[in-house]
């Protein structure tokens, strides 16, 4: 304890050789991006568009149920349209705007239905389970930043179960900027498991969004 005098001195230290704590552990295999279902994520990843502004959305039933955020289809004073166009940029034969009818909307949670005025087979987001997620697991944001439609930005779970706005949230470093709101936060496979909606600041880590869990019974 006594030497050295100076904490510049050098000191020679003999250790023993230790067993390798990483070779006593199971391997496990790194997850793989299925590209098939992440492409199939984006095709059914719309843009919302109103008046005032624009978002992100996602089709879960392939009738025309979309998912988006709440003050995507807000006005001015902060109540719900009625009606908002959504593009389908991702699938060319859908490029033109359609029309679609808000009718559900949730304060808190931010979330809002859409239901698609035309006809048709639409392609549809799978659905995933937030509460398996886990720290540093890879995860995807999809949507419209900067009206920047099809674009995916990757990420890692930040916090698996973040209070946020006194609501229990998926942290993400993803990157979701302005025209992300209302897009899915998707995993390695495609499966939608939250709303993208928050961010505080410019703190890569504190993106968040709502577990679609939140939305089983609507």
Excluded at 6 to 19: G, Y
Excluded at 48 to 65: A, D, M, N, P
């Amino acid at each position: 304890v006594d030497a050295p005098k100076s904490l510049d001195d050098r000191v020679t230290i003999t250790m023993e050789q230790a067993p390798s704590i990483e070779a006593s552990l199971p391997q496990k295999e790194s997850p793989t991006v299925d590209q098939d279902g992440v492409s199939k994520a984006v095709a059914a990843t719309v843009q919302v568009l109103t008046r005032s502004g624009t978002g992100s959305g996602f089709i879960v039933h392939q009738e025309g149920l979309v998912i988006t955020a709440r003050h995507v289809v807000n006005n001015e004073e902060g109540y719900s349209l009625r009606h908002v166009k959504v593009r389908m940029s991702s699938n060319k034969d859908r490029e033109d705007l359609l029309d679609a009818v808000v009718i559900r909307s949730h304060r808190q949670l931010d979330y809002a239905l859409l239901w698609l005025q035309p006809e048709g087979s639409f392609p549809t987001m799978q659905i995933g389970n937030p509460a398996a997620l886990r720290h540093a697991q890879t995860v995807f944001a999809v949507g419209s930043p900067a009206g920047m439609t099809n674009t995916v930005s990757k990420g890692i779970v930040s916090n698996p179960l973040a209070l946020y706005r006194n609501v229990e949230c998926v942290q993400t470093d993803a990157a979701i900027g302005h025209g992300n709101s209302g897009g899915p936060l998707i995993t390695e496979n495609g499966e939608a498991v939250g709303i993208t909606l928050w961010g505080e600041g410019d703190f890569d880590a504190l993106k968040f969004a709502v577990p679609v869990d939140y939305l089983k019974k609507d």
